[in-house]
């Protein structure tokens, strides 16, 4: 069995994220993509989960998959919000059951219309708590560098995330461009005393527009200057080699600064991460 807080404990960690295909023909895609990234030797992997269960099915099937085929661990993500206690048992017990070992433990988006919450969960650490009863799995949990854009303030998204961090085994970043963001919140961290490691999740921006759009829903700056650049470039190549440059200059500065690792955020896509995978210095 292989844990993600054991292969922390080894040394720095190389991950990629998916998110489950849709169709048949997403589904060979992404096996085709899969292929091509295991070159990279990642030390895990991890698949997204529809906020409220709208990818439930899609996301166990993607995981198993994974974990049938592949020599390194697959690690669903799994959000609360919406669901109901028994239903997020069942869950659990059906993944441990199939021998999955690592839970990225979120609360995921109340419901966009505003209607009240139909489930039982608010929290990420309530699911965090969840897993610690009715499981064994190590336990990731999201970390906000440039903080939760529905927290109270800054001081109390920091002291929360800490008491989350305690209780789980490691972090795994949102995406964000400025390092100083991510050592900030490490610094801040500590000196709560919470010494959990957290990965950093790096986007690189083979697609500024929707990168542009997700960032304004988490909350991230984007790097204008880097925006520029890609607005500059004259070819999709060019575009792609100026989003891999920019990638693998964060990751060094983030791994010669201490970060237990790096979480690439792949959209699915091949190349970039494949080109980003030869040209850092991990391990
Ligand atoms: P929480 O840790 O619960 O925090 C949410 C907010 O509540 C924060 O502002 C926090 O400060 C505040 N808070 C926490 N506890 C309390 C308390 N007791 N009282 C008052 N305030 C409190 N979403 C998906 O739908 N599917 C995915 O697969 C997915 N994967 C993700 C992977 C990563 C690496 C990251 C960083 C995010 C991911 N998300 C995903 C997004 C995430 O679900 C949302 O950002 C969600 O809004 C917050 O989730 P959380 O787990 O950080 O929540």
């Known amino acids: ?71 390194f661990p697959a690690m669903p993500h799994l959000t609360c919000v919406g669901h109901s206690y028994a239903e997020i048992q069942d869950l659990i017990d059906d993944y441990q059951a199939h021998g999955v070992h690592n839970m990225l433990a979120l609360a995921g988006d109340p419901p966009e219309d505003g209607s ?89 921006v083979i697609n500024p527009k929707s990168v542009r759009r997700f960032a304004g829903m988490n909350g991230s700056a984007v790097d204008e200057a880097l925006w520029a650049r890609l607005d500059a470039a004259d070819d999709p190549d060019e575009r792609l080699e100026v989003a891999v440059d920019a990638a693998v200059s964060q990751i060094q500065t983030l791994l010669d600064g201490g970060a237990p690792g790096v979480h690439i955020y792949t959209l699915n896509q091949v190349d970039a991460t494949v080109r980003i995978s030869e040209r850092i210095d991990i391990r």
Do not use: W
Not at 10 to 15: E, I, N
Not at 146 to 154: D, F
Not at 157 to 184: H, M, V, W
């Open 1 to 71: 069995m292989t844990t993600i807080r054991d292969l922390l404990d080894r040394g720095r960690t190389l991950s990629f994220e998916f998110f489950p295909p849709k169709t048949h023909e997403a589904q060979a895609k992404l096996r085709a993509t899969v292929d091509l990234l295991e070159k990279a030797d990642p030390d895990f992997v991890s698949v997204t989960y529809g906020a409220g269960g709208t990818t439930r099915e899609s996301t166990r099937e993607t995981v198993l998959d994974l974990l049938e085929h592949r020599s």
């Open 116 to 204: 009240p919450n139909p489930g039982d969960f608010r929290y990420a650490l309530e699911l965090v708590e969840a897993l610690r009863e009715h499981s064994d799995m190590s336990i990731g949990v999201a970390a906000f560098p440039e903080v939760h854009p529905r927290s109270e303030s800054r001081a109390s998204d920091r002291s929360r995330l800490a008491e989350k961090l305690n209780a789980a085994d490691f972090g795994i970043t949102q995406f964000f461009f400025d390092p100083s963001d991510y050592f900030c919140m490490i610094d801040e961290l500590d000196s709560l005393g919470c010494n959990t490691p957290v990965i950093p999740g790096v986007i690189p």
